[in-house]
C-alpha cells in the first residue's frame, strides 16, 4: 500500500513563480494536512482538511492555498514563491480529524526558492 | 493556540531507558496525545498514543498524569537506530500542532 504519495520529491523554484505541491492518499481518510519544516522550527501546520469540501487555516497559511476537491488529493499551491518558502513541505492523513487518529506521513517535497 | 514544550536535545547510551517529557499546559478535554519519531529525510512515524495515565505497545510507554498538563514517552532499552527527533502531538481545535521536537543521540 503507498499510503500518502507527494510530488514531486524536490524542486529548485524561481521567486515570483508559482507551483503546486502534489499529495495524494489511498488510504480513504477524511482529514489531510500540510506542514512545513524547517531547521530549528520543527513541523508548523500550513493548512488542514477535515474532509473533502472543506478547508483551514493552520499556524502559518500565509503565502500558502489549498484545495480538497475530492478524498484523496490536497494539492498545496504557492502562488507567487518567496525565498522564506524554501523548507521540506510534508502531507499527512488520519482517518478521523486527528483526535484519537495517528497522523500518516508522505516522505516530503524539498522546495528551494531562490 | 496552545503550545507544547519539550527538551530540545538528550544523550544516552544503548541499553538504557530514556524518558521524554512533553509539556501541553492547554490540553483540550478531548483531545489526545501522540508522540512520532522523525529520521532524517523521511516523514514523522507514529510511536504510540493515549488519553490519560499509562498506555504501552511493543516499542515504547506512554505517562500522563491526572491533569493532562504533561506526558512522558518512555523508551526502554535505546538502541543506536533509536537515534531520532521525537514529537509531542497534541490536537487542538482541528488543528493538530506539533511541539517543538527533541533530538535524542543514542551512542554506543
Known amino acids: 500500500t503507498a499510503g500518502i504519495t507527494q510530488a514531486p520529491t524536490s524542486q529548485i523554484l524561481a521567486a515570483g513563480r508559482s507551483m503546486t505541491l502534489r499529495c495524494t492518499q489511498d488510504?480513504?481518510?477524511?482529514?489531510m494536512y500540510w506542514y512545513r519544516q524547517d531547521l530549528g522550527l520543527g513541523l508548523r501546520l500550513i493548512h488542514y482538511s477535515n474532509t473533502a469540501g472543506t478547508t483551514g487555516k493552520g499556524e502559518v497559511p500565509d503565502g500558502y492555498s489549498v484545495s480538497r476537491a475530492n478524498t484523496d488529493d490536497f494539492p498545496l499551491t504557492l502562488a507567487s514563491a518567496v525565498p522564506s518558502q524554501t523548507s521540506v513541505y510534508f502531507c499527512?492523513?488520519?482517518?478521523?480529524?486527528?483526535?484519537?487518529?495517528?497522523?500518516?506521513f508522505g516522505n516530503g517535497t524539498r522546495l528551494t526558492v531562490t | 493556540l496552545a503550545k507544547t514544550t519539550q527538551p530540545i536535545s538528550m544523550d544516552s547510551y544503548e541499553g538504557q531507558e530514556v524518558n521524554i517529557t512533553c509539556s501541553h499546559n492547554?490540553?483540550?478535554?478531548?483531545?489526545?496525545i501522540t508522540w512520532y519519531q522523525q529520521f532524517p529525510s523521511q516523514g514523522p512515524r507514529f510511536i504510540i498514543q493515549g488519553y490519560k495515565t499509562k498506555v504501552t505497545n511493543e516499542v515504547a510507554s506512554l505517562f500522563i498524569p491526572a491533569d493532562r498538563k504533561s506526558s512522558t514517552l518512555s523508551l526502554p532499552r535505546v538502541s543506536l537506530s533509536d537515534t531520532a527527533v521525537y514529537y509531542c502531538l497534541v490536537g487542538v481545535a482541528d488543528k493538530l500542532i506539533f511541539g517543538t521536537g527533541t533530538r535524542l543521540q543514542v551512542f554506543p
Open positions: 488510504m480513504r481518510h477524511n482529514a
Open positions: 492547554n490540553i483540550a478535554t478531548n483531545d489526545y
Open positions: 499527512a492523513s488520519s482517518a478521523a480529524g486527528g483526535r484519537g487518529s495517528p497522523l500518516h
